[in-house]
């Protein structure tokens, strides 16, 4: 990513950058999506990122979370259903779907981002 700081814009571009055939009811929602990637990153890490000035160690994450929930979108992830009866069986789910990968993908990159940003430690005095 970016070696300086970016703006919430900047991260809906590159995000959109990321994906393929995007439908416009889609990318026009990408700053919203990246705000709401930002503010899920500010209350996972207790941060205070703005909409401007996101340092790169915020960057990727703020990019994944943010492909991720347009992908979820256009995909309508979560609409599995499968069923069956004696030997037949239909199985027709988006965990099947390579959108469905790429949001596990790039939620499994975010988690781990986020896993190395860390949080500050904070101490406290037990009683007892």
Do not use: H
């Amino acid at each position: 990513m970016s070696d300086s700081d970016i703006t919430t814009g900047s991260v809906a571009s590159t995000a959109l950058l990321l994906l393929d055939s995007v439908p416009d009811a889609v990318s026009g929602a990408m700053a919203t999506y990246a705000e709401m990637a930002r503010n899920k990153i500010n209350a996972i890490l207790g941060t205070s990122l703005s909409t401007s000035g996101i340092s790169p160690t915020y960057q990727t994450p703020m990019i994944d979370l943010t492909a991720a929930f347009a992908l979820g979108k256009m995909a309508n992830v979560g609409v599995d259903y499968n069923w069956s009866l004696g030997e037949f069986s239909v199985s027709k789910g988006a965990s099947s779907s390579p959108e469905f990968q790429q949001v596990k993908f790039l939620m499994d990159d975010f988690n781990m981002c986020m896993k190395g940003i860390g949080r500050g430690a904070s101490w406290c005095k037990s009683n007892g």
